[in-house]
């Protein structure tokens, strides 16, 4: 069982909300990534991070947030959702290098629709 | 940039054949590529791994082989079994963080 916990498991929301995903991990891994999912299946890294107050924008271009406080912490924010925000997003982390031979450990996914 | 794509959507196997499952990237520059395994309702699992330096990995059940000639990379599982049923993504990288490709649901038909 992965050690990497993402909350809420599903949620429903209005445009206009802002909304939290939370990602934790207990393995210490230093580096953290946010994936989107879209309904093809395809993965599109939007967030990563090297460390802590180490934030990085992904290949995906997405209007979310993130923060690196901690190191078992990664939340992802909206500030103001809309169904285009519809989707699956799925956190990662990993010990290994940013690049290069590495397993990351995913969490369950957040899946996030905005009516 | 590095993108990497499945032949595939969708496989159907009987249960007990043999599972091959394709994927091309085309970055030559890539030098990682794993493969995952994501069932309903969960997040991606790591199956194999296999560095540019190897052509051939083989783990529990399941065979990488990258040819990168022509930059082509597959997952063969030997005696697929209904537990197997998922969606399957390869990934790839170089000097950048994993990129995936669109996965392939794997039906087995017991």
């Known amino acids: 069982e992965a050690d990497i916990y993402q909350t809420p498991r599903y949620l429903v929301i209005g445009t206009g909300k802002k909304i939290t995903l939370e990602c934790s991990q207990t393995m210490g891994h230093d580096k953290m990534y946010w994936y989107q999912q879209d309904p093809g299946m395809e993965l599109h890294l939007i967030h990563y991070s090297y460390g802590v107050n180490s934030t990085e924008k992904g290949d995906l271009s997405s209007e979310s947030t993130v923060s690196r406080i901690r190191t078992e912490h990664f939340p992802l924010t909206l500030e103001s959702a809309r169904p285009s925000h519809t989707s699956q997003y799925l956190c990662?982390?990993?010990?290994?290098?940013?690049?290069?031979?590495?397993?990351?450990?995913f969490g369950a996914g957040s899946r996030l629709t905005v009516l | 940039g590095e993108s990497v794509g499945l032949h595939l959507p969708t496989l159907s196997v009987q249960e007990g054949d043999n599972s091959i499952i394709n994927c091309a990237y085309s970055?030559?520059?890539?030098?990682?590529f794993i493969w995952y395994k994501q069932e309903s309702g969960k997040g991606p699992q790591f199956i194999i791994d296999i560095r540019s330096n190897m052509d051939k990995r083989q783990g529990q059940r399941v065979t990488v082989l990258l040819n990168k000639t022509v930059k082509h990379l597959s997952l063969q599982i030997a005696a697929t079994q209904p537990g197997d049923s998922a969606v399957y993504f390869c990934a790839a990288s170089g000097n950048t963080p994993l990129v995936f490709g669109k996965g392939t649901r794997l039906s087995v038909i017991a």
């Open positions: 970055n030559s520059a890539s030098d990682y």
């Open positions: 990662a982390s990993t010990s290994g290098p940013l690049s290069g031979a590495n397993v990351l450990t």
